[in-house]
T-cell receptor
Framework: EPEVTQTPSHQVTQMGQEVILRCVPISNHLYFYWYRQILGQKVEFLVS????????KSEIFDDQFSVERPDGSNFTLKIRSTKLEDSAMYFC??????????FGPGTRLTVL | GQQLNQSPQSMFIQEGEDVSMNCTSSSIFNTWLWYKQDPGEGPVLLIA?????ELTSNGRLTAQFGITRKDSFLNISASIPSDVGIYFC???????????FGEGTQLTVNP
C-alpha cells in the first residue's frame, strides 16, 4: 500500500539555523499539508498546498516558514531561523480527495 | 480557535472488552476522521465519515457521524493488546481545509 515518506526522521539543529523537512507524497495525490505536534500535545495545522500554491495557513505559519514542491515529487517545509519552540514532530499529510488526509511517519525536530 | 473536546483522556481496559470514545464540538464539521497514533509515529487513518448520521465499520472499529454534525464516536469491540495507542478524532469544516484535531484518547489494554 502506498505511503507518505518523510526525511529525515530526526533533525537536530542549533537555534537560528535553517532546516528543510522533506516529504514524498503518495503518487497521484494532489493535496498536501504540514502539521506539527509538540511533545504530549495534539496535532496542529500549519499549511495546506494545492495546485502549486498555499491554499490555507495557520497563525503558526509565519514568515519564518515556507513550503514548496520544487520538482513535482518532493514537498518541503523550510524554517528559516529556527527557535527553541519549533521543536516538535512535523507531519506531512497528503490527499487524493479533498476530504481525506494521510500522514507520514514524521520528522522529529530538536532545536538546541 | 476551533476546539474538539475528546473524551475520555485515557482508558485502561482488559483485553476482550469493548471501548467507546467520542468527540464533541460547539461548531459543525462536514467530515470526521479517526486516527490512531503509536509512539514516535504518524497518525494512521482508521475511519472517515462524510455524512451526518453515517455509521461506518472497519473490522472491529465502528464510528458514527453525529446527526447534528457536532459530534462523532468511535467504538472498538473485543480489544486486543495491539489496540494500544492514542486515538485522535479530527474534523474538517470544508473540503481541502485544515483538520482540527481532538486532544486524543490514550488507550491501554491489559492482557
Amino acid at each position: 500500500e502506498p505511503e507518505v515518506t518523510q526525511t529525515p526522521s530526526h533533525q537536530v539543529t542549533q537555534m537560528g539555523q535553517e532546516v528543510i523537512l522533506r516529504c514524498v507524497p503518495i503518487s497521484n495525490h494532489l493535496y498536501f499539508y504540514w502539521y506539527r505536534q509538540i511533545l504530549g500535545q495534539k496535532v496542529e495545522f500549519l499549511v495546506s498546498f494545492y495546485n502549486n500554491e498555499i491554499s490555507e495557513k495557520s497563525e503558526i505559519f509565519d514568515d519564518q516558514f515556507s513550503v514548496e514542491r520544487p520538482d513535482g515529487s518532493n514537498f518541503t517545509l523550510k524554517i528559516r531561523s529556527t527557535k527553541l519552540e519549533d521543536s516538535a514532530m512535523y507531519f506531512c499529510g497528503t490527499g487524493k480527495e479533498v476530504d481525506t488526509q494521510y500522514f507520514g511517519p514524521g520528522t522529529r525536530l530538536t532545536v538546541l | 480557535g476551533q476546539q474538539l473536546n475528546q473524551s475520555p483522556q485515557s482508558m485502561f481496559i482488559q483485553e476482550g472488552e469493548d471501548v467507546s470514545m467520542n468527540c464533541t464540538s460547539s461548531s459543525i464539521f462536514n467530515t470526521w476522521l479517526w486516527y490512531k497514533q503509536d509512539p514516535g509515529e504518524g497518525p494512521v487513518l482508521l475511519i472517515a465519515l462524510y455524512k451526518a448520521g453515517e455509521l461506518t465499520s472497519n473490522g472491529r472499529l465502528t464510528a458514527q457521524f453525529g446527526i447534528t454534525r457536532k459530534d462523532s464516536f468511535l467504538n472498538i469491540s473485543a480489544s486486543i493488546p495491539s489496540d494500544v495507542g492514542i486515538y485522535f478524532c479530527a474534523g474538517l469544516k470544508r473540503s481541502g481545509s485544515r483538520l482540527t484535531f481532538g486532544e486524543g484518547t490514550q488507550l491501554t489494554v491489559n492482557p
